[in-house]
Nanobody
Framework: VQLQASGGGLVQAGGSLRLSCAASGRFSSYIMGWFRQAPGQERGFVAAVNWSSGSTYYADSVKGRFTISRDSAKNTVYLQMNSLKPEDTAVYYC?????????????????WGQGTLVTVSS
């Protein structure tokens, strides 16, 4: 399984970006998630989607601003980020977890893509 993340960049506070994560390979059931890691900090959970049902789960810090979605035909998961803040600056990673249960710990995810840098200027 390979995950390829893209879409990062530099944006002003209040702006928007959309991240994409293309997945190769298929599973019977899995969770796709986004994590982020700022310099000097641990990798933290951002959002996740159940690929089969489409149900979603968000970190409190991004609720109402970020939206995770998936396109089954393209085998791609997206993270639409609106109302960006400087504290959203981080390297963003997509990840896949086999099974149907949501999890927020990075150690519970089985596959990882490379990171994509998001920088939000004030």
């Amino acid at each position: 399984v390979q995950l390829q993340a893209s879409g990062g960049g530099l944006v002003q506070a209040g702006g928007s970006l959309r991240l994409s994560c293309a997945a190769s390979g298929r599973f019977s059931s899995y969770i796709m998630g986004w994590f982020r890691q700022a310099p000097g900090q641990e990798r933290g959970f951002v959002a996740a989607v159940n690929w089969s049902s489409g149900s979603t789960y968000y970190a409190d810090s991004v609720k109402g601003r970020f939206t995770i979605s998936r396109d089954s035909a393209k085998n791609t998961v997206y993270l639409q980020m609106n109302s960006l803040k400087p504290e959203d600056t981080a390297v963003y990673y997509c990840a896949a977890r086999l099974g149907r249960a949501f999890a927020v710990a990075a150690s519970n995810f089985d596959f990882w893509g490379q990171g994509t840098l998001v920088t939000v200027s004030s």
